[in-house]
């Protein structure tokens, strides 16, 4: 089941008002709170939750309870803010600030590639966002440039839609088979527990180093599955920009 528009959660002090992306099992709403302020609301996706065993829906529905509460503890100018959270039903719902503002694939799209000046700038907002991160001992797991905001009339930069779900389902491959991005390493493509022993704060690096190759390409980067099991060549940025 997923909300409607117009839907009013929390004792009316939510109204929903679009569903604004699903990746792996959690949905994001764009909501609007009794001050007529817009937030995000996020939470898992009910109807693939009774897909799994019981084990595996109740290890979900933990899991991100538990990681909600550590991203609601990581204060930092450049990472989304956890207003509030609550519980609709059985699901744990979090409520996130509503950052105005284009992503940095959209700011790329027209401009073809970003001056290298600016492009490590914004790397480097996001890289100190990843060590207050990696500090709470957890990951982002979905660093790429559609989940990284330049708010609007700023230079600032802030990392948003933790992929909370993605530690407690099998790989981030699409309905169709397809590779969801070009920005996940290895490690996050099986649950098995030898890649989930690899997973540390370098797999969000090499999301984040991903990112830059776009910023100052404006090309995608050859996948880590494609070079790995395929020997693709990951062409170096220089030889787009000369």
């Known amino acids: 089941m997923t909300w409607a528009s117009g839907q009013k959660l929390h004792r009316d002090q939510y109204e929903i008002k679009q569903n604004l992306r699903q990746e792996n099992f959690a949905i994001t709403y764009l909501a609007e709170?009794?001050?007529?302020?817009?937030?995000?609301?996020?939470?898992?996706?009910?109807?693939?939750?009774?897909?799994?065993?019981?084990?595996?829906?109740?290890?979900?529905?933990?899991?991100?309870?538990?990681?909600?509460?550590?991203?609601?503890?990581?204060?930092?100018?450049?990472?989304?803010?956890?207003?509030?959270?609550?519980?609709?039903g059985d699901l744990k719902c979090m409520v996130m600030e509503?950052?105005?503002?284009?992503?940095?694939?959209?700011?790329?799209?027209?401009?073809?590639?970003?001056?290298?000046?600016?492009?490590?700038?914004?790397?480097?907002?996001?890289?100190?966002?990843?060590?207050?991160?990696?500090?709470?001992?957890?990951?982002?797991?979905?660093?790429?440039?559609?989940?990284?905001?330049?708010r609007a009339g700023t230079h600032q930069v802030v990392l948003i839609n933790f992929d909370l779900a993605r530690r407690f389902v099998d790989n981030p491959v699409s309905s169709r088979g397809n590779l969801v991005d070009k920005f996940t390493p290895i490690e996050l493509y099986s649950n098995s527990p030898r890649q989930q022993a690899r997973r540390k704060p370098w797999t969000d690096i090499y999301s984040l180093a991903a990112t830059l190759y776009f910023l100052l390409t404006g090309k995608l980067p050859e996948s880590a599955i494609e070079r790995q099991d395929n020997n693709k060549r990951l062409i170096p940025p220089k030889e787009f920009n000369t």
């Open 98 to 150: 509503y950052i105005p503002g284009d992503n940095l694939a959209k700011i790329v799209q027209p401009r073809g590639f970003l001056p290298e000046k600016e492009a490590l700038d914004y790397i480097q907002q996001i890289g100190k966002a990843l060590i207050v991160v990696h500090k709470q001992g957890f990951l982002h797991r979905n660093v790429k440039p559609e989940n990284i905001i330049l």
């Open 33 to 88: 709170d009794r001050a007529s302020k817009n937030v995000v609301i996020k939470t898992l996706d009910s109807n693939l939750l009774n897909q799994l065993s019981n084990v595996d829906r109740d290890r979900l529905k933990s899991g991100f309870a538990d990681e909600s509460r550590k991203l609601a503890i990581c204060k930092h100018p450049n990472i989304v803010q956890v207003i509030d959270t609550f519980e609709s």
